[in-house]
C-alpha cells in the first residue's frame, strides 16, 4: 500500500520556467492538500481539494495553480517559477470524518 | 487570528520521558493531532484525540487534553533516539472546510545518549 506518492523528490528550475508536482494516493481519500515548508514558517497551505474537480485557496495561492481530474490526483503547477518559491512542498490527502492526514514524502524545490 | 503554538526544542536523556506541550485556538475543534516528520521526510501522523477525552495511550505515548486551557500535550515514555524528530502539533478549527489542519510551528526533540 503505497499512500501518497510525490513526484519528482528532487527538482531545480531556473527563474520563469514551469513545472508540475504531481501527487497521488491509493486510499480513495476525498480531500487533498499542497503544503510548503519553509524554516521558520512551518507549514502552509497552497490550496486543497475536497473532491473530484473542485480546488480552493489556501493560506499562500499566489503563483501557484492546481487541478483534480481524478479522485487520485492531485496536481500542482507553477507557471513561471520564483526564487521565492524555493522550498519543500508536501501532499497530503484525509479521511473526511476524522481529518487524519497522510502526507507524501516531500518535494524538494530550488528555483535559482 | 489562528495560531497553535508550540515551544521550539526539548532535549531529553535517552530512556527519560518527554513532554511536548502546544496550546491551540479554537476550543470546539473537534479532533486534535500529533505528527512526526524526520528529517528529510514527510509528517507522519503519530496520535490523535477526540474532544470528548481527557487523555489517549497509546504504547509509549500519552496525550493530554486540557478543554478548558485549550492545551494539549503529548508524552513519550522511554524516549529512544529514534524519536529524535520535530514534533507539529495540529488542529480542525471548526469553521474550517475541507478538514483543514491548522499546524503548530513544530517542537524538534533531540534524544541524547
Known amino acids: 500500500n503505497a499512500g501518497v506518492t510525490q513526484t519528482p523528490k528532487f527538482r531545480v528550475l531556473k527563474t520563469g520556467q514551469s513545472m508540475t508536482l504531481l501527487c497521488a494516493q491509493d486510499m480513495n481519500h476525498e480531500y487533498m492538500y499542497w503544503y510548503r515548508q519553509d524554516p521558520g514558517m512551518g507549514l502552509r497551505l497552497i490550496h486543497y481539494s475536497v473532491g473530484e474537480g473542485t480546488t480552493a485557496k489556501g493560506e499562500v495561492p499566489d503563483g501557484y495553480n492546481v487541478s483534480r481530474l481524478k479522485k487520485q490526483n492531485f496536481l500542482l503547477g507553477l507557471e513561471s517559477a520564483a526564487p521565492s518559491q524555493t522550498s519543500v512542498y508536501f501532499c497530503a490527502s484525509s479521511y473526511v470524518r476524522t481529518g487524519e492526514a497522510f502526507f507524501g514524502q516531500g518535494t524538494r524545490l530550488t528555483v535559482v | 487570528g489562528e495560531d497553535v503554538e508550540q515551544s521550539l526544542f526539548l532535549s531529553v536523556r535517552e530512556g527519560d520521558s518527554s513532554v511536548i506541550n502546544c496550546t491551540y485556538t479554537?476550543?470546539?475543534?473537534?479532533?486534535l493531532y500529533w505528527y512526526k516528520q524526520e528529517p528529510g521526510a514527510g509528517l507522519q501522523l503519530l496520535t490523535y484525540?477526540?474532544?470528548?477525552?481527557d487523555m489517549k495511550q497509546d504504547q509509549r505515548l500519552t496525550v493530554l487534553l486540557n478543554k478548558k486551557d485549550k492545551h494539549l500535550s503529548l508524552r513519550i515514555a522511554d524516549t529512544q533516539t529514534g524519536d529524535s524528530a520535530i514534533y507539529f502539533c495540529?488542529?480542525?478549527?471548526?469553521?474550517?472546510?475541507?478538514?483543514?489542519?491548522?499546524f503548530g510551528g513544530g517542537t524538534r526533540v533531540l534524544v541524547k545518549p
Open positions: 484525540i477526540f474532544s470528548n477525552m
Open positions: 495540529a488542529e480542525i478549527p471548526t469553521q474550517a472546510a475541507g478538514n483543514k489542519l491548522t
Open positions: 479554537d476550543s470546539s475543534s473537534t479532533y
